[in-house]
T-cell receptor, first 111, second 113 residues
């Protein structure tokens, strides 16, 4: 059973701080990794994807991938109250068809 | 640029009934995937359609079936509804290629009474 694990949280950070969200996966054959943000009652919104080891930056967001450790993370710099949401980590299956999701980490940014 | 659309937004059914959910992919996309998201859980993969055929299926019973039309839109059908089928049903579209980046529609909230 291929799995993606995330801490459910809640993760609470003050406004302006760095939020660090972590995810581990079990399938060593996974090639593509995604972070989605989901506000309460809404559908997941793609934030970033990464498929090479190392860091990938997009504005206030940085995704980090370490395939040897089967670990992917998302850093949010200068956190804002509007970043308060559930963050879902997803991994492609080896066929590249299905996304396998973790249960998500709830982030709360206080002003 | 039209995003992924789904209909209806909400639906209430009773046990044993059948339901059909609809999805239109993002402009330029040719692949549609369906997911079920129970409260407090991550989305779970139901199946994916490409070139009007089911390419892969997740761990869901045969009560769940689908279809893709020549214009790439898709339907999800669920027969003999159970209380446990109550969930948010998400459609995601993508363009088949080296990396299958999937974009989600707003979802259909199904409640089974």
């Amino acid at each position: 059973q291929k799995e993606v694990e995330q801490n459910s949280g809640p993760l609470s950070v003050p406004e302006g701080a760095i939020a660090s969200l972590n995810c581990t996966y079990s399938d060593r054959g996974s090639q593509s990794f995604f972070w989605y943000r989901q506000y309460s009652g809404k559908s997941p919104e793609l934030i970033m994807f990464i498929y090479s080891n190392g860091d990938k930056e997009d504005g206030r967001f940085t995704a980090q991938l370490n395939k040897a450790s089967q670990y992917v993370s998302l850093l949010i710099r200068d956190s804002q109250p509007s970043d308060s949401a559930t963050y879902l980590c997803a991994v492609n299956n080896q066929a590249g068809t299905a996304l396998i999701f973790g249960k998500g980490t709830t982030l709360s940014v206080s002003s | 640029d039209a995003g992924v659309t789904q209909s209806p937004t909400h639906l209430i059914k009773t046990r044993g009934q059948q339901v059909t959910l609809r999805c239109s992919p993002k402009s330029g996309h040719d692949t549609v995937s369906w997911y079920q998201q129970a409260l407090g859980q991550g989305p779970q993969f139901i199946f994916q359609y490409y070139e009007e055929e089911e390419r892969q299926r997740g761990n869901f019973p045969d009560r769940f079936s689908g279809h893709q039309f020549p214009n790439y839109s898709s339907e999800l059908n669920v027969n003999a509804l159970l209380l446990g089928d109550s969930a948010l049903y998400l459609c995601a579209s993508s363009l088949k290629g080296p990396v299958d980046t999937q974009y989600f529609g707003p979802g259909t909230r199904l409640t089974v009474l």
